[in-house]
């Protein structure tokens, strides 16, 4: 039993540890898709200006778990705080998603990158962990996390999202390699630090996104993205207070390489929906637990179509402990919150069956 938890069944799932029901909570949980986050959102007078405002964080961490009986809650940032904090100059432009003033385009810059002090920086973020805890009073478990390194490199090379795969990211894989690997060793480094200090600040759990890694060439993804993955779960406290820290690893589109993300001694692999989750625990057997596989457009049907999809999933996945119910991606902004009550309801009783001795 981790101490003094009111609901431990999210950590549990995750050390394959026996359950009453299924745990479930939602990539994205809070954001635009609820009224009360586009209030706070506007009193705070942007996202990121939300994001560095702990007092605001923790009011957006909670508001989902006020609406629906979730079984953790994440801290409220983005997985781009670290990159702004080592000076790329992060900004959104309305309507378009995040960009950075400074992307890494010349060989001088990216030689003069150095991994920021998550106590300096990045203190907000810190601040949010131990205040949001503090709320939270033990209701549920807090998830930390970070973008992998290949996923922010992506971003602080391309300089914004992409909708073709980042040309320049690739080609500077593919050119110089030798540059996107010294990206990708500072940027380890300072997300080792980023997640240890959240573990510090009572992080109990945390998830590593790496939302790109599934574009690369099996080859490519052991070299740029598994591989820094792997780096990071060997140098994060796992223990703190005598409580096990899980360590979560989501790479989407990675589930033809579910055997290998396993290898790098990770508790959890998430899962994006296009996997079959009962050949997906079939292949990584009793060596990590899985989280996912829900469409979450699939959150836009009806609730009964919602509950049968459910019940797929659950039965897919099978028998005992190891799943942590949730989206393959994050949930859209054009959500009706109706439809997560259904969501979250069908996982708790219909997961029941699957968990009696
Ligand atoms: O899951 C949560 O509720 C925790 C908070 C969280 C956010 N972003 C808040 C956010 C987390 C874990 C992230 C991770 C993140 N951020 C990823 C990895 C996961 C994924 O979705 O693939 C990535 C790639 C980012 C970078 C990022 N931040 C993008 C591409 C965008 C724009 C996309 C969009 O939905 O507009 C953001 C902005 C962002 N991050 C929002 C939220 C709630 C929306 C901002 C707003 O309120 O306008």
């Given at each position: 039993?981790?101490?003094?938890?009111?609901?431990?069944?999210?950590?549990?799932?995750?050390?394959?540890?026996?359950?009453?029901?299924?745990?479930?909570?939602?990539?994205?949980?809070?954001?635009?898709?609820?009224?009360?986050?586009?209030?706070?959102?506007?009193?705070?007078?942007?996202?990121?200006?939300?994001?560095?405002n702990?007092?605001?964080?923790?009011?957006?961490?909670?508001?989902?778990?006020?609406?629906?009986?979730?079984?953790?809650?994440?801290?409220?940032?983005?997985?781009?705080?670290?990159?702004?904090?080592?000076?790329?100059?992060?900004?959104?432009?309305?309507?378009?998603g995040?960009?950075?003033?400074?992307?890494?385009?010349?060989?001088?810059?990216?030689?003069?990158?150095?991994?920021?002090?998550?106590?300096?920086?990045?203190?907000?973020?810190?601040?949010?962990?131990?205040?949001?805890?503090?709320?939270?009073?033990?209701?549920?478990?807090?998830?930390?996390?970070?973008?992998?390194?290949?996923?922010?490199?992506?971003?602080?090379?391309?300089?914004?999202?992409?909708?073709?795969?980042?040309?320049?990211?690739?080609?500077?894989?593919?050119?110089?390699?030798?540059?996107?690997?010294?990206i990708?060793?500072?940027?380890?480094?300072?997300?080792?630090?980023?997640?240890?200090?959240?573990?510090?600040?009572?992080?109990?759990?945390?998830?590593?996104?790496?939302?790109?890694?599934?574009?690369?060439?099996?080859?490519?993804?052991?070299?740029?993205?598994?591989?820094y993955?792997?780096?990071?779960?060997?140098?994060?406290?796992?223990?703190?207070?005598?409580?096990?820290?899980?360590?979560?690893?989501?790479?989407?589109?990675?589930g033809?390489?579910?055997?290998?993300?396993?290898?790098?001694?990770?508790?959890?692999?998430?899962?994006?929906?296009?996997?079959?989750?009962?050949s997906?625990?079939?292949?990584?057997?009793?060596?990590?637990?899985?989280?996912?596989?829900?469409?979450?457009?699939?959150?836009?049907?009806?609730?009964?179509?919602?509950?049968?999809?459910?019940?797929?999933?659950?039965?897919?996945?099978?028998?005992?402990?190891?799943?942590?119910?949730?989206?393959?991606?994050?949930?859209?902004?054009?959500?009706?919150?109706?439809?997560?009550?259904?969501?979250?309801?069908?996982?708790?009783?219909?997961?029941?069956p699957?968990?009696?001795?």
């Open positions: 039993m981790t101490t003094n938890l009111k609901n431990d069944r999210f950590l549990r799932a995750l050390l394959r540890q026996p359950v009453d029901k299924t745990p479930v909570w939602l990539m994205r949980q809070a954001g635009r898709y609820l009224p009360e986050y586009c209030a706070t959102r506007k009193t705070a007078g942007s996202f990121l200006q939300l994001c560095k702990p007092a605001l964080a923790t009011e957006v961490t909670l508001q989902p778990l006020e609406r629906f009986p979730l079984d953790a809650a994440i801290l409220f940032s983005d997985i781009l705080t670290v990159p702004d904090a080592m000076g790329l100059g992060l900004y959104f432009a309305e309507g378009e995040p960009k950075f003033e400074r992307p890494l385009r010349h060989e001088k810059d990216i030689l003069n990158l150095a991994a920021p002090d998550p106590e300096g920086e990045l203190k907000y973020v810190m601040d949010a962990v131990r205040e949001i805890r503090r709320a939270l009073d033990g209701r549920v478990p807090l998830i930390g996390f970070t973008g992998s390194p290949f996923t922010l490199a992506c971003y602080m090379v391309e300089g914004e999202g992409s909708g073709d795969g980042f040309p320049t990211t690739k080609t500077m894989l593919y050119n110089r390699p030798d540059l996107l690997h010294h990708l060793k500072v940027t380890t480094k300072a997300v080792t630090n980023y997640l240890n200090a959240q573990i510090d600040a009572g992080a109990q759990a945390v998830q590593i996104f790496d939302t790109w890694g599934g574009m690369l060439s099996l080859d490519a993804y052991r070299k740029f993205s598994l591989s993955m792997a780096e990071i779960v060997a140098g994060l406290k796992r223990n703190k207070d005598g409580n096990v820290i899980p360590v979560i690893v989501f790479t989407k589109g990675g033809q390489w579910l055997e290998e993300i396993a290898a790098i001694g990770c508790d959890a692999i998430g899962l994006d929906w296009t996997v079959d989750i009962a997906a625990r079939a292949r990584v057997g009793d060596k990590v637990a899985l989280q996912g596989n829900f469409d979450p457009l699939a959150l836009f049907a009806e609730p009964a179509a919602i509950r049968s999809e459910v019940g797929r999933i659950l039965t897919g996945f099978g028998q005992g402990s190891g799943h942590v119910f949730n989206l393959g991606h994050g949930i859209s902004q054009h959500t009706n919150p109706e439809h997560v009550v259904a969501l979250v309801e069908a996982v708790h009783e219909l997961s029941q699957f968990h009696q001795a």
